[in-house]
C-alpha cells in the first residue's frame, strides 16, 4: 500500500532526505513560502538517505547531478531554483 508523504527542503545546495527505498517523487513546489517535495511511498519498506541536488538558474550543474525533479520560485518569483537527484555514474 503506498501513500503521499511530504519532505521539505531546504535551501542549499545538497541535503540527503530519508524516505522509504523505491520512493517516487512527484513534484515539487512552495507551500507557505517552504520548498516542498511530495512523494508517493510504501511506509513499510525500508528507509534509505537520496542526496537532493538543488541549483538556481544560470548556476553551474554539478557532475553529481542526476534526475530532474521539478523547479519552485522564491522571493517573489525573483529566484528560480531546480531540483535533481544524485547521478547513478
Known sequence: MSTIWKYELERKD????????GAEILCVQ?????PVL???????????KRLIITHGTGHQL???TGE???SY???GS????HVFTESEK
Open 78 to 81: 525573483a529566484l528560480v531554483f
Open 68 to 70: 530532474y525533479l521539478g
Open 14 to 21: 545538497e541535503q540527503l532526505i530519508e524516505m522509504p527505498a
Open 62 to 64: 554539478s557532475d553529481k
Open 73 to 75: 520560485q522564491t522571493v
Open 38 to 48: 511530495w512523494a508517493r511511498v510504501d511506509p513499510d519498506v525500508e528507509r534509505i
Open 30 to 34: 512552495v507551500q507557505c513560502g517552504t
